[in-house]
C-alpha cells in the first residue's frame, strides 16, 4: 500500500505542479481566486439550501423530511459523478513508465482511482456533507449523525467511480468496433446523459408524487439504506451501503487492472483507394474543428445542451397558451403588449448562449498547436473555423425554432426569433474565442482541463450571461410600457450588433496578437 | 534563401536562449546545426518557422522578414518537428489533404506527391487509418509526407531522423540530397554528428546559444572527425 500512497502523492504534486510551474503572474492569481470564489460561492449555496429546508421541515415537524431531500440529492449527485466521469474514460501517458518500474498493476491502478475519487470526495465534501452538519445542528442530532453522513460522504463516490469505470470500458469496447470509434463514443455519452436526466425527473416525478414516506423508503431501498444509517446509525444499512459502494469498487479495479498495458483495439480501414479532394482553407480547417468537437464526448457534452435545451423551449412554448404567458407577466406587474415576445426572447437568447466552443478551442489546440503556426495559416481562419462550429451548433436550432414560434407568435416576428438568439450566440462565439486567448490552457493530459476547468470557459459563462441579460432587465424596469415591442426588438438587434462589430474587431486586433504570442 | 540577423530570443522567464545569432543557408545548401541539449537549436527553428515570436533581431526567407509577412515567408518552407503531435482523430489522408488545402496544392499535384512518398515510406495502405492507431515512426513519416506536399523552397527539420526505422532514415537522406541537388535548401538540427558529416555540405555549431563555429563542413573538420571538433569547440569554447 505504501508504493499505492506514493503513486497518489505523485499525482497531487502533478496535479499541483500544473498549477504552479509555468504562470506566476497577477492574472493567473485573479484566474485562481476566481475559481476559489465560485467553489466557495458553491458551498455557501448548498449550505444554505440545506438551512432552508432543515428548518422548514423542522418546524413543519417532520425533521425526516430533510433527510429525505438530502439522501434524494446524494443519489442524484453520484448518478451526476457516474455520468460525468463516464464521459471521461481514463487516458494516461505514464503507462509505459510505471509498467516499467517494479510496481504492481494493482497499486497503480488503485493510485490512478483513489487520485480521482480524491476529487469526487472533495466535491462531496463541499455539496453534501454541509447538510448532514446542519441537520445535526438545527435538530440537535449530535455529533454521531454527523460522522455517520461523513461516512456516507466518503462511501459514495466510490461507487460513482465504480460505476463509471465500468460504462466507460463497456462503451469503449462497443465504439472501437466502428470506423468512427470517437464519434460513437460521444453518442453513447449522450444517451446516457439523456438517461440520466430521465431517470432523474422519473425519480423525482416518483418521490415527489408518493406522500407514504415509509412506503417510498421501502420501494426504494438505496434511499433508506442512506437515510436510516445516518439517522438512526442502522448497522445492517450500513452494511449494504458499504457492500455496494466497495464491492463495485473491487471488481471495477480488478477489471481496469487486466486491460491496463494491453494494446486497444483500433478499428482498421479496409478501403485502399485514396482522396484527393481540394478544399478552400477555411472549409478545411472548419472540416477539421467538426471532427474534433465530435470526437471529444466531454467538449460535445459541456457544450451542446443549450442547442437541445433551444429546442426543448420551442415545444413547451408550443404547448403553452399566449394567455398563460400574459397572466404569468401580469403577476410580475408587467401588462404592455408583446412584452411576452421580450421575455421569450430573453429566455431564448440566455438558452443559446450558454452554447460556447470557442472559449475552449484554442486551449484544445494543444500539442498541436504548432501545425497553424507553423504553416501559412492566416489567423482570421483558424478564428473563423473554430467561430463557424460554435455557430453551426447554435444557428441549426434557431433556424428549427423560429418558423415554430413565428405560428403560435405571429409570423411577421419571425425575424426576431432568427436574427437576435444569432446576434447574440455570435458575439458569445467571438468573446469566447478572445477570452480563451486571454486565458489559454495549452498544455494539459485530458480535455476536461481546458474545458471544465478553464478560466476562459468560467469567465465566457458568467460574462455571457451579464451581457445578454441587461438589455432585458433594462427593458421590462424602465421601458416596458413606454416603448412598443417591436421598438425593442429593433434596438437588441442593434445593441447585438454593435457588439459583433466590436467584439470582431478586438478579435481581429487584439486577439491576433495574443494568437502570435501564443 | 534564409538569412538570419542577429536573432536573440529571451524567455518570459528571464532564460536566454540565443544571443546574436548570424547564419547565411544558401541555395542548395544542406545545413547542418548542432549544439547540445538546451543549446538554442529549437528555438532558433521554432522562430524561424513561425511558432515562436522574437523581439531582437531579424529571420529573412528569399529576402523577406518572417515578422512583416509571415504567410509569405511559411509557403516557401515546410517544418518538422521532432516529435510531430498531429491530429489524432483525422485519418493520415485526411491530415495530408488539409495541409494540402492549407497550401492550396491543387488535386493532381497532391495526387501524385502523396503517392510517391506514401510509396517510398509504405505508408499508402495506413493513410485511410486514424492517426492515433500509428507509431511514433509513422506519425514522423507523415509528418514529412506533409512536409513535402506543396514542394517548398526550404526544408526546416528539427532532429528529423529521430524514431525512424533503418530503412526510412535511409529514405529520408536520400530525399534530402534529391531536395538539394534540384535547388531546395535545408536547414536541420541533429544530435547525430556521423550523418552530418556525411550528408551536409555547411554547418553551425552553437553553444549556450551562442554560435562558436560556422562554414563548410571541409573547413571546420579539416582532417579531425566532426565528432572530434564539436567536442572540442564545446568544451573549450
Given at each position: 500500500?505504501r508504493?499505492?500512497?506514493?503513486?497518489?502523492?505523485?499525482y497531487?504534486?502533478t496535479?499541483i505542479?500544473?498549477?504552479?510551474s509555468?504562470?506566476?503572474?497577477?492574472?493567473?492569481?485573479?484566474?485562481?481566486l476566481f475559481?476559489?470564489?465560485i467553489?466557495?460561492?458553491?458551498v455557501?449555496?448548498?449550505?444554505n439550501?440545506?438551512?432552508?429546508t432543515?428548518v422548514?421541515?423542522?418546524?413543519?415537524g417532520?425533521?425526516?423530511?430533510?433527510?429525505?431531500?438530502n439522501?434524494?440529492?446524494?443519489?442524484?449527485i453520484?448518478?451526476?459523478?457516474?455520468?460525468?466521469?463516464?464521459?471521461?474514460?481514463?487516458?494516461?501517458?505514464d503507462?509505459?513508465?510505471?509498467?516499467?518500474?517494479?510496481?504492481?498493476?494493482?497499486?497503480?491502478?488503485?493510485?490512478?482511482s483513489?487520485f480521482?475519487?480524491?476529487?469526487d470526495?472533495l466535491?462531496?465534501?463541499?455539496?453534501?456533507?454541509?447538510s448532514?452538519i446542519v441537520?445535526?445542528v438545527?435538530?440537535?442530532?449530535?455529533?454521531?449523525?454527523?460522522?455517520?453522513?461523513l461516512?456516507?460522504?466518503?462511501l459514495?463516490?466510490?461507487f460513482?467511480?465504480?460505476l463509471?469505470?465500468?460504462i466507460?470500458?463497456l462503451?469503449?469496447?462497443?465504439?472501437?468496433?466502428?470506423?468512427n470509434?470517437?464519434?460513437?463514443?460521444?453518442f453513447?455519452i449522450l444517451l446516457?446523459?439523456?438517461?440520466?436526466?430521465l431517470?432523474s425527473?422519473?425519480l423525482?416525478d416518483?418521490?415527489?408524487?408518493?406522500?407514504d414516506?415509509?412506503?417510498?423508503?421501502?420501494?426504494?431501498k438505496?434511499?433508506?439504506?442512506?437515510?436510516?444509517?445516518?439517522?438512526?446509525?442502522t448497522?445492517?444499512?450500513?452494511?449494504?451501503i458499504?457492500?455496494?459502494?466497495?464491492?463495485?469498487?473491487?471488481i471495477?479495479i480488478?477489471l481496469r487492472?487486466?486491460?491496463f498495458?494491453?494494446?486497444v483495439?483500433s478499428?482498421?480501414?479496409?478501403?485502399?483507394?485514396l482522396?484527393?479532394n481540394?478544399k478552400?482553407?477555411?472549409?478545411?480547417?472548419?472540416?477539421?474543428?467538426?471532427?474534433y468537437y465530435?470526437?471529444?464526448?466531454?467538449y460535445v457534452i459541456?457544450?451542446?445542451?443549450?442547442?437541445?435545451?433551444y429546442?426543448?423551449?420551442a415545444?413547451?412554448l408550443?404547448?403553452?397558451?399566449?394567455?398563460?404567458?400574459?397572466?404569468i407577466?401580469?403577476?410580475m406587474?408587467i401588462g404592455?403588449?408583446?412584452?411576452?415576445?421580450?421575455?421569450?426572447?430573453?429566455?431564448g437568447?440566455?438558452?443559446?448562449?450558454?452554447?460556447?466552443t470557442?472559449?475552449?478551442a484554442?486551449?484544445?489546440?494543444?500539442?498541436?498547436?504548432?501545425?497553424?503556426?507553423?504553416?501559412p495559416?492566416?489567423?482570421r481562419?483558424?478564428?473563423l473555423?473554430?467561430?463557424?462550429?460554435n455557430?453551426t451548433?447554435?444557428?441549426?436550432?434557431?433556424?428549427?425554432?423560429?418558423?415554430?414560434?413565428g405560428?403560435?407568435y405571429?409570423?411577421?416576428?419571425i425575424?426576431?426569433?432568427?436574427?437576435?438568439?444569432?446576434l447574440?450566440?455570435?458575439v458569445?462565439?467571438?468573446?469566447?474565442?478572445y477570452?480563451?486567448?486571454?486565458?489559454?490552457k495549452?498544455?494539459?493530459?485530458?480535455?476536461?482541463q481546458?474545458?471544465?476547468?478553464?478560466?476562459s470557459?468560467m469567465?465566457?459563462?458568467?460574462?455571457?450571461?451579464?451581457?445578454?441579460i441587461?438589455?432585458?432587465?433594462?427593458y421590462?424596469?424602465?421601458?416596458?410600457?413606454?416603448i412598443?415591442?417591436?421598438?425593442f426588438a429593433?434596438?437588441?438587434?442593434?445593441?447585438?450588433?454593435?457588439?459583433?462589430?466590436?467584439?470582431?474587431?478586438?478579435?481581429?486586433?487584439?486577439?491576433?496578437?495574443q494568437?502570435?504570442?501564443? | 534563401?534564409?538569412?538570419i540577423?542577429n536573432?536573440?530570443?529571451?524567455?518570459?522567464?528571464?532564460?536566454?536562449a540565443?544571443k546574436?545569432?548570424?547564419?547565411?543557408i544558401?541555395?542548395?545548401d544542406?545545413?547542418?546545426?548542432?549544439g547540445?541539449n538546451?543549446?538554442?537549436?529549437?528555438?532558433?527553428?521554432k522562430?524561424?518557422v513561425?511558432i515562436l515570436?522574437f523581439?531582437?533581431?531579424?529571420?529573412?526567407?528569399?529576402g523577406?522578414?518572417?515578422?512583416?509577412?509571415?504567410?509569405?515567408?511559411?509557403?516557401?518552407?515546410?517544418?518538422?518537428?521532432?516529435?510531430?503531435?498531429?491530429?489524432?482523430?483525422?485519418?493520415?489522408?485526411q491530415?495530408?489533404n488539409?495541409?494540402?488545402?492549407?497550401?492550396?496544392?491543387?488535386?493532381?499535384?497532391?495526387?501524385?506527391?502523396?503517392t510517391?512518398?506514401?510509396?517510398?515510406?509504405?505508408?499508402?495502405s495506413?493513410?485511410?487509418?486514424?492517426?492515433?492507431?500509428?507509431?511514433h515512426g509513422?506519425?514522423?513519416?507523415?509528418?514529412?509526407?506533409?512536409?513535402m506536399?506543396?514542394s517548398?523552397?526550404?526544408?526546416?527539420?528539427?532532429?528529423p531522423?529521430v524514431?525512424?526505422?533503418p530503412?526510412a532514415a535511409?529514405?529520408?537522406?536520400?530525399?534530402?540530397?534529391?531536395?538539394?541537388?534540384?535547388?531546395?535548401s535545408?536547414f536541420?538540427?541533429?544530435?547525430?554528428l556521423?550523418?552530418?558529416?556525411k550528408?551536409?555540405?555547411?554547418?553551425?555549431?552553437?553553444?549556450?546559444g551562442?554560435l562558436?563555429?560556422m562554414?563548410?563542413?571541409?573547413?571546420?573538420?579539416k582532417d579531425?572527425?566532426l565528432?572530434?571538433?564539436?567536442?572540442?569547440?564545446?568544451?573549450?569554447?
Open positions: 500500500m508504493k499505492t500512497w506514493r503513486l497518489v502523492y505523485n497531487l504534486l496535479f505542479g500544473s498549477f504552479i509555468k504562470r506566476r503572474n497577477a492574472r493567473f492569481a485573479v484566474g485562481v475559481v476559489l470564489g467553489g466557495a460561492l458553491m455557501f449555496l448548498f449550505t439550501t440545506a438551512i432552508a432543515t422548514k421541515f423542522a418546524q413543519l417532520v425533521p425526516e423530511l430533510a433527510m429525505y431531500s439522501s434524494f440529492m446524494a443519489i442524484l453520484i448518478l451526476f459523478l457516474t455520468v460525468m466521469r463516464s464521459a471521461l474514460p481514463a487516458k494516461t501517458t503507462e509505459q513508465l510505471l509498467l516499467s518500474l517494479p510496481i504492481k498493476k494493482t497499486q497503480i491502478i488503485l493510485a490512478k483513489l480521482n475519487y480524491l476529487f470526495f466535491s462531496l465534501l463541499g455539496i453534501l456533507f454541509p448532514y441537520y445535526a438545527i435538530n440537535r442530532a449530535g455529533i454521531a449523525l454527523v460522522f455517520r453522513g461516512l456516507i460522504t466518503a459514495l463516490p466510490l460513482s467511480n465504480a463509471a469505470t465500468l466507460a470500458m462503451f469503449q469496447k462497443i465504439a472501437t468496433s466502428f470506423r470509434f470517437s464519434l460513437v463514443q460521444t453513447l446516457l446523459i439523456g438517461g440520466y436526466v431517470a425527473y422519473a423525482n416518483y418521490l415527489v408524487s408518493n406522500t414516506l415509509n412506503a417510498v423508503l421501502n420501494r426504494f438505496p434511499m433508506k439504506w442512506i437515510m436510516t444509517f445516518v439517522l438512526n446509525g448497522l445492517l444499512s450500513l452494511l449494504w458499504a457492500l455496494i459502494s466497495i464491492g463495485t469498487y473491487v471495477s480488478s487492472v487486466t486491460v498495458g494491453k494494446e483495439k478499428y482498421r480501414s479496409k478501403k485502399n483507394d482522396n484527393f481540394a478552400a482553407p477555411l472549409w478545411s480547417l472548419y472540416q477539421k474543428e467538426i471532427k465530435f470526437s471529444v464526448p466531454i459541456n457544450t451542446i445542451f443549450g442547442a437541445i435545451m429546442v426543448g423551449l415545444i413547451v408550443l404547448f403553452i397558451k399566449q394567455q398563460t404567458i400574459i397572466d407577466m401580469s403577476s406587474n404592455a403588449s408583446g412584452a411576452e415576445l421580450a421575455f421569450i426572447l430573453a429566455a437568447c440566455i438558452i443559446i448562449t450558454t452554447v460556447c470557442t472559449s475552449s484554442i486551449s484544445l489546440e494543444g500539442k498541436h498547436l504548432w501545425i497553424l503556426k507553423a504553416h495559416v492566416k489567423v481562419d483558424v478564428f473555423s473554430k467561430i463557424l462550429v455557430m451548433l447554435t444557428t441549426i436550432p434557431i433556424l428549427l425554432v423560429a418558423p415554430v414560434l405560428i403560435k405571429g409570423l411577421a416576428n425575424w426576431m426569433f432568427v436574427l437576435i438568439p444569432f447574440a450566440s455570435l458569445i462565439a467571438i468573446l469566447g474565442l477570452f480563451n486567448l486571454l486565458f489559454p495549452l498544455e494539459w493530459e485530458s480535455e476536461m481546458p474545458v471544465k476547468q478553464g478560466l470557459v469567465v465566457s459563462l458568467f460574462f455571457g450571461f451579464a451581457f445578454v441587461l438589455p432585458f432587465v433594462l421590462f424596469a424602465f421601458l416596458v410600457n413606454r412598443n415591442y417591436l421598438w429593433l434596438m437588441l438587434l442593434g445593441y447585438f450588433a454593435v457588439w459583433v462589430a466590436g467584439s470582431y474587431f478586438l478579435l481581429l486586433k487584439n486577439g491576433k496578437t494568437f502570435e504570442r501564443l | 534563401m534564409l538569412e540577423i536573432f536573440s530570443k529571451v524567455y518570459r522567464n528571464g532564460k536566454q540565443v546574436g545569432l548570424n547564419l547565411t544558401e541555395e542548395g544542406l545545413f547542418a546545426f548542432i547540445h538546451g543549446a538554442g537549436k529549437t528555438t532558433t527553428i522562430a524561424i513561425g515570436d523581439e531582437e533581431g531579424d529571420i529573412l526567407i528569399k523577406v522578414s518572417v515578422k512583416k509577412d509571415p504567410i509569405f515567408c511559411k509557403k516557401q518552407i515546410a517544418y518538422i518537428p521532432d516529435n510531430p503531435d498531429l491530429y489524432d482523430n483525422l485519418t493520415g489522408i491530415y495530408l488539409l495541409i494540402a488545402d492549407i497550401f492550396e496544392v491543387p488535386k493532381m499535384q497532391r495526387a501524385e506527391i502523396i510517391k512518398y506514401a510509396k517510398m515510406f509504405e505508408l499508402t495506413e493513410l485511410n487509418n486514424f492517426i492515433s492507431s500509428y507509431s509513422m506519425k514522423q513519416k507523415l509528418a514529412i509526407i506533409s512536409a506536399v506543396h517548398p523552397k526550404i526544408l526546416i527539420l528539427d532532429e531522423f524514431g525512424l526505422d530503412k535511409f529514405s529520408v537522406k536520400q530525399m534530402m540530397k534529391e531536395f538539394c541537388a534540384n535547388g531546395g535545408i536541420f538540427s541533429t544530435h547525430i556521423e550523418v552530418a558529416e550528408l551536409c555540405n555547411k554547418i553551425a555549431i552553437i553553444k549556450n551562442e562558436i563555429a562554414g563548410n563542413m571541409e573547413d571546420i573538420t579531425a572527425s565528432e572530434d571538433v564539436f567536442l572540442e569547440l564545446t568544451e573549450h569554447a
